[in-house]
């Protein structure tokens, strides 16, 4: 009983459902090994009944909590503390407010921002506490909007480089926005790698997720490009014709995206241009971001310059250099501070091209403009885990229960943030990763959404079915979300289609963070609550292989669902991005030609006898033209493959939905998933470029004189009006 309120004390839960009606309780082990990763020992009943000492006479007694958090229609708790405490508040703009008897009212009437609360008792007890004053909701999308969702690296035009580029993002942007009219281009993340060879493809892993990654620049975009001279001109020459066979191999001969041979040759270039001299205007824009960006900047730039030396997997780098702030790092970050500046101006660079892109989408008339990622989490051996130890959880890893869908469980590899630390900190490294993010964007995109509220941790060394859920204070994540989305103007879009408890959608959508809804699964599964429907439990299935940033692939749909009845477009929330596919579920393309169910037979992916797989596929498919049928919105009748894809579409521009968005390879009709959850060297995810029915890569200039995508958004632009 003791460790068991020894793990609800520390948001630990003792028991998770794997499905309706069914409990499973958390073995004893695993809850020692999440409370030992929160720094509490429960290894013993005589550890388990010190630490509960430990805790009524720490957070149990303490006067104010780790982090206060304030709004207008919900002011804090404030009902323990004693009787004549006074209040004064240090507000974030440096005045101070003393506030008197505690009055949870007059803390929600304060200016946004982050604040100190300090409360003084009659006997003299004194505390402080970051105090976050945040807006009730989110901002909302300008209007109703469609935008194209991409994957950027796969988006290549006859200036990249091997693999699409910040430049390639503009040029989108700008003709997407002027010549059809979209509103907004949803993005893959676009955080630094860890670097190789071989480079992880998956932007869902990342070393860090505060700095965008620079293999993502235009090398000629830079403007210290047109001064190289001499050596350095042929040099960049040779290198800019070695790219030019790079992008031929992909877009000519069939050779699949190679970012580590795109990265050999941007970073010989970018090296070049490092030597180049800013001018006085230049170098004092880059010493403004340097300041703006401080420490994390520092910190992120030190690691990649250690690890050019040692490797990237910080935790085999000698015990000195293990810890950001030791004496070993200090040293070695002097001796480095050439490899540092240059990383620094790297980054720099990047910041300068994701301000283009936006800019370039808003003068092309988008109303949102770029829409930025958040993976779920970030790779352990990289820059944010050694910058960050505190705030990570170690030796634990996220990942998902296991479920009706998959007995196994899922572990991705990904460690946790430690939401004590969270709090103490007053949220700064989320705050922080926020306003990064948000720097350049319209709107953000959460991958796992849930995770604001609870995330499944699996100590290391063990199975996923042997971890256990730990809560996140979901208020104050998502308060401290909402104020940074409000500093910057932007939408927030929620990918909520994994296991989702009840009532977790219901106050997303309260606090204006819209869902994510994708066309084959909105189905009355009779579930009652939206929250439980089984559509949205079998979304997360295809997360068992592939981890963050997968959708529900088809064979994780249980049998029988396809008798759930279609939910007419009225019935669906307006508080989504609604959308028909995504980039690891099937293109459209390959759903209505069945060849999904082929490639995933040919892998050995299916979850039945192919004759089961295939009869299902087509049972559905048939259900779902039937119904575009009825509802009058496919006039040229079945069998047209590109008719088809426009009458999914059009079903979706008749639901509410705030923000429709068109997967952009199925506007041309290429029939590969960018990602094939289940796979890893049987398919090569992450490294494709967008092609046509034919499986021949198209260009940006081949997608913007596309017939066939013309014709499609002529029906969204329609539709619009």
Partial sequence: MGRARLARLHGIATSYAPSPGKSVQTADDTVVAVLAALGVDASTPHAVRTALAAYEDGAGRALLPRTVVARPDRPPDLTGLPEGTVLRVETEGGGTADLGAPDPAALARLPLGIHVLEARTPGGRT???????????VPAPPGRSHGFLVQLYSLLSRRSWGMGDLGDLADLAAWSGRALGTGFVQLNPLHAAVPGPPTDPSPYRPSSRRFPDPVHLRIEHI??????????????????????????????????IDRDAVWALKREALELLWAVPLSPGRRAAYCDFLAEQGQALEDHATWCAIAERHGPDWRGWPDGLRDPRSPGTARLRHRLLDRIDFHCRLAWLTDQQLAAAQRAARDAGMAIGLVHDLAVGVHPSGADTWAQQDAFAAGMSIGAPPDAFNARGQDWGLPPWRPDALAAAGYAPYRELLRGLLRHAGALRIDHVMGLFRLWWVPEGRPPTEGAYVRYDGEAMLSVLALEAQRAG?????????????????????????????LWFERDYGGGERDAAPRAEAAEAAE?????????????????????????????????????????????????????????ERLGLLAGPPERERSRATYELAEWMGELVRRGLLPEGQGDEEAAVKAVHRFLLRTPARMVGIWLPDAVGDRRPQNLPGTWDEYPNWRLPIAGPDGRPHTLEELAASPRLHALMRELSAGYR
Wanted: overall charge negative; hydrophobic content about 45%.
């Fill in 544 to 600: 068992a292989a592939d981890g963050p940033g997968a959708a529900m692939a088809p064979e994780a749909v249980p049998d029988g669902s396809a008798a759930a009845r279609i939910l007419a477009p009225g019935e669906w929330r307006s508080g989504c991005l609604a959308t028909v596919t995504t980039h690891d579920l099937p293109t459209t393309a390959a759903r209505l030609t069945g060849a999904d169910v082929a490639l995933r």
């Fill in 127 to 137: 505390a402080r506490a970051p105090l976050i004053v945040a807006p009730d909701r």
């Fill in 490 to 518: 932007a939408a927030v879009i929620g990918e909520d289609l994994g296991t989702v408890e009840p009532g977790v959608r219901g106050v997303l959508a309260a606090r204006g963070v819209l869902g994510t809804s994708v």
């Fill in 223 to 256: 403007p210290e490009y047109t001064d190289l001279a001499g050596t350095a001109r042929l040099r960049a020459d040779e290198l800019a014709a070695r790219a030019h066979a790079l992008r031929s191999e992909v877009l000519e001969r069939g050779a699949l």
